[in-house]
């Protein structure tokens, strides 16, 4: 008899099942042959006539009659046993009586069976196979095979059956691993302990999923909120190592890459960009084209903030402050502090129809140009009247010279045809203060 050990610690495998099954099976049938000879021989069996109906029911029986001791293969791939067309003594089996129908009346019909190896057991089955994938077929290197324990329904003789979930070690697509396989799909644990997921990642309701600081503490979490809100957040700084003692690093999240985000991101906290970064804006093609930077204090120079707007297709690009997002509208600046510079630029303009306005007690006022390119003042609204008022002296007290020819100034006691108030102007040419007719001031 071809005995097979299966040692202490060992897992038997269906190759070690199914052989004791054979070898009993052999067993029984030398028996047989040796108590009957080879020949057929039946018990049970009885027959039950219907009285209602054409039919007759056929109780429970044995028989025992020559056949193959193994017809076709049985077990999974990669082990179980082959087909053996030996020829002994086997026992057929009818476990529970079985109703057959007549075709027809008036005739007379006889009973027989026809013996066979049948496997029934359509049920769900824990299972051990391997699936070889050698590129030859071999499959006898370890890198070569997996070994699969699960569930399967429908393993019948010769077949694995349709797998269900099953635990797959050394898989194909990561060696030395282990994959966690469900119906449709797996996840793997590859050699270096790595966690691949076939499909999403749950946590249990209520439960975060958590990263691990090098002190094993459990450091940052991320888990949803009873307002359906993903949240990240950290653990305070705790545990002491050989490796990392003391304090550790800030908690912050960070990112290698870019951040895209298509809504809007509220923050209750500042905003912030590190020292050498900036803030940038993106047009409608993706070109940073608008951005805030800030420059590093120096020995001589305190820090200073750049906004900055690129131009474009040739175009100067414009800094608005505007009142309204994207449409503009009233807005304030508070302040305001130019500093060795004028506020436009040697050159520049500001567009037609358009006004300067300064503040003031008595109300705003607006520095513009008419249609004759003349410059005025207009107080209150746009185009509603005001004037222009130069800067007061007395007679005594008029500048000895100015740098430009025409300046214009009021003296308060100048008179003029009877009048106490003269607009005074200078004249370059003649290095002294005149009238409006070029006629010497007096009072």
């Not at 503490?217 to 990240?232: G, K, L, M, P, R």
């Not at 007061?392 to 106490?420: F, H």
Request: aromatic letters at 10%; hydrophobic letters at 35%.
């Amino acid at each position: 008899m071809d005995t097979h050990i299966v040692y202490p610690g060992q897992i038997p495998q269906d190759t070690d099942l199914l052989l004791a099954q054979k070898l009993a099976a052999l067993s029984l049938g030398g028996l047989g042959d040796a108590l009957y000879g080879r020949t057929a021989a039946a018990w049970g069996f009885s027959p039950t006539l219907s009285s209602t109906a054409l039919t007759v029911t056929i109780g429970a029986g044995v028989i025992l009659a020559s056949g193959p001791i193994l017809p076709t293969a049985l077990g999974g791939e990669g082990g179980g046993l082959p087909a053996d067309t030996t020829i002994t003594t086997k026992q057929y089996l009818l476990p529970s009586a079985q109703t057959l129908t007549f075709p027809g009346t008036g005739g007379t019909y006889t009973l027989y069976a026809l013996c066979s190896d049948v496997d029934t057991d359509n049920t769900l089955l824990p299972f051990w196979w391997m699936d070889r994938f050698a590129s030859d077929g071999s499959g006898t290197d370890y890198q070569n095979e997996t070994v699969n324990y699960g569930v399967s329904v429908g393993g019948l003789r010769g077949s694995v059956g349709t797998i269900q979930e099953h635990i797959a070690m050394n898989p194909k697509a990561y060696p030395n691993g282990i994959g966690l396989c469900g119906y449709n799909s797996c996840a793997y644990v590859d050699s270096h302990g790595k966690f691949i997921s076939g499909g999403d990642i749950l946590t249990g309701n209520g439960s975060a999923l958590y990263t691990v600081d090098p002190n094993g503490s459990n450091a940052a979490y991320e888990y949803s909120d009873a307002n359906y809100q993903v949240n990240i957040a950290f653990n305070p700084q705790s545990g002491t190592s050989t490796a990392y003692s003391g304090a550790q690093g800030a908690q912050a999240l960070h990112i290698a890459g870019s951040l895209v985000v298509d809504q809007n991101i509220n923050t209750t906290g500042n905003l912030q960009v590190e020292l050498g970064k900036s803030f940038g804006l993106l047009d409608g093609t993706g070109s940073l084209l608008a951005f805030q930077y800030l420059a590093d204090a120096t020995t001589t120079v305190g820090p200073i903030a750049h906004q900055v707007v690129e131009n474009k297709n040739g175009l100067p690009g414009t800094y608005f402050v505007d009142g309204a997002f994207g449409t503009g509208g009233a807005a304030k600046l508070a302040s305001l502090d130019v500093v060795n510079s004028a506020l436009f630029e040697q050159g520049s303009t500001i567009p037609s129809g358009k006004s300067y306005a300064v503040q003031s007690a008595a109300g705003t006022t607006y520095w513009t140009a008419d249609n004759s390119g003349n410059f005025i003042a207009v107080q209150g609204a746009p185009n509603t009247g005001g004037g222009f008022k130069a800067a007061t002296y007395t007679l005594s007290a008029l500048p000895a010279s100015v740098a430009s020819d025409g300046t214009q100034v009021w003296c308060s006691d100048c008179k003029l045809n009877g009048i106490t108030g003269v607009a005074a102007y200078w004249h370059a040419s003649a290095s002294k203060w005149t009238d409006g007719q070029n006629g010497t001031l007096a009072n």
